[in-house]
């Protein structure tokens, strides 16, 4: 029963055109930085300072890549023009190119602030082919936004970001139905979702380095190597199965947000000032969105570019600024001596468990206005004057700018 109806998912596919694009913005924060300036123009453009946020592919070009150190980056590239994040000209910029996405087909997935997927299944009639619906959104992005972007079509989700990866820079790549596995198979394996580095390691050390190599071993092969889950998903996506159909109106999982500071001697305080900083951006963002949240996670990254995270559930969902500037300080706390051994180059928090904020069920005395007032209060000053117009003491000084950058992909 159960094998005849996978062969009829397959069946299924097998007669269905390459028609969900994926659209991807290509070194987006450097591209924003590129046509606000015509000086950048063709030249190496890092943004951010201690930590590289992202490159042009200029500076890629030098060896430099994102979340890498700001000093080896210069080393690495000594004309590259380092540049200051700036969120509210990215935000701007992703608003308009969706507005485009928006404008094509209604049937749009946001992965990110810079990528999408698109369904244009059925508009072949009123629009064309997918390639040449592709090509006008490619126009129109260029013409209207003035940036750079790729996008890569087939009949899946997972094999259209592949193809826009490996169209990219500024390219378009059609995976022609019935021609998958011809394209698929001769990948790299770390081209696969899933495949870090990690993994990567241990299907080298079997002799495993395209997708044919992985696709040879077998689903029962790779459970015995990597174990169930990472195995049978592998599996799946070399024979690219991928049944995921590209869903509108999907609400975020988390919010959140992170500062990456280069290389050096940070205090405890200097972090709890920066976390402080982060939590106001992030409940705030949370509050006009009508959400709330119950699992506070703290995010680390140190200069080993290694990684680590601490989360709390809290015993009732919240948005409310002071109690999960609370719970991250806790957290930091019980990071505080892996900081000191460490380093730490990156600290960020989110907020994930989230569900609207009419679907609380408040405790006695039923008093949620009198501890949101404040909160509240704040942010309709900062509505209207500006986020600079209301500032925790600790924080006079520091760009809003600075903590404003969203962790990808949510």
């Known amino acids: 029963m159960f094998p005849f109806r996978r062969q009829l998912c397959d069946d299924r596919q097998v007669t269905a055109p390459a028609a969900i694009l994926h659209a991807d913005l290509d070194a987006f924060y450097a591209s924003v930085e590129q046509r606000d300036d015509p000086a950048l123009r063709g030249r190496p453009v890092i943004v951010g300072a201690g930590v590289v946020m992202a490159c042009s592919y200029e500076a890629k070009r030098c060896g430099v890549r994102t979340a890498m150190g700001g000093r080896q980056a210069r080393a690495l590239c000594p004309d590259a023009v380092v540049v200051p994040p700036r969120m509210h000209a990215y935000t701007a910029a992703s608003k308009a190119v969706f507005d485009i996405f928006d404008n094509t087909t209604p049937l749009v997935e946001g992965i990110s602030i810079d990528e999408a997927f698109l369904d244009v299944s059925g508009l072949r009639r009123i629009s064309g082919p997918p390639l040449d619906i592709a090509t006008r959104l490619r126009r129109a992005v260029a013409d209207e936004v003035g940036l750079p972007i790729t996008v890569g079509i087939a009949r899946t989700k997972f094999l259209a970001k592949i193809a826009s990866a490996v169209a990219k820079p500024d390219g378009l790549l059609e995976v022609p139905a019935g021609t998958e596995i011809d394209f698929l198979h001769p990948l790299p394996v770390e081209r696969l979702w899933g495949v870090g580095k990690v993994t990567s390691v241990k299907l080298h050390a079997r002799g495993v380095r395209t997708v044919a190599d992985l696709a040879a071993v077998g689903e029962a092969g790779l459970v015995s190597m990597l174990g169930p889950g990472a195995g049978r998903h592998l599996a799946a996506l070399a024979a690219n199965r991928d049944p995921r159909s590209v869903q509108t109106g999907k609400r975020r999982g988390s ?156």
């Open 255 to 410: 919010i959140g947000s992170q500062h990456a500071m280069g290389r050096g001697r940070w205090t405890i305080p200097q972090l709890d000032a920066d976390l402080t900083a982060i939590v106001d951006r992030v409940s705030r963002r949370m509050r006009k969105a009508h959400r709330i949240g119950r699992t506070v996670v703290l995010r680390m990254r140190f200069d080993d570019f290694g990684r680590a995270t601490r989360s709390r559930t809290l015993p009732m969902a919240t948005a409310q600024t002071q109690v999960l500037l609370d719970a991250v300080r806790r957290l930091l706390a019980e990071a505080t001596p892996l900081i000191r051994e460490r380093g730490i180059t990156m600290i960020g928090m989110s907020v994930s468990g989230l569900t609207a904020d009419d679907a609380v069920q408040l405790a006695l005395p039923f008093d949620r206005h009198d501890r949101d007032a404040l909160d509240v209060a704040v942010d309709g000053v900062r509505v209207r004057f500006g986020n600079a117009a209301l500032s925790r003491a600790r924080l006079m000084g520091r760009s809003a700018d600075d903590f404003s950058i969203p962790m990808l992909p949510d």
